[in-house]
């Protein structure tokens, strides 16, 4: 028998509590509150990617 190969499934929290966490800091937390949806499920991988795009993004003038 063949075993299944079992994928660890990566923790999803809501935008508040992203907020709320001490593992931004104030500013990037100020970008957070614009880039995240309310009620949305997030994991940490997809809100430090769409932060590091956000910031790496290139100014428009």
């Known amino acids: 028998m063949a075993k299944d190969k079992i994928e660890p499934v990566e923790a999803q929290f809501m935008k508040e509590q992203f907020l709320d966490s001490s593992r931004y800091t104030a500013l990037q937390k100020d970008v957070l509150s614009g880039l995240l949806e309310d009620g949305k499920l997030y994991s ?3 809100v430090d990617r769409q932060l ?4 790496n993004r290139e ?3």
């Open 44 to 46: 940490l991988s997809d």
């Open 52 to 55: 590091q795009d956000f910031l």
């Open 59 to 61: 100014v428009q003038a």
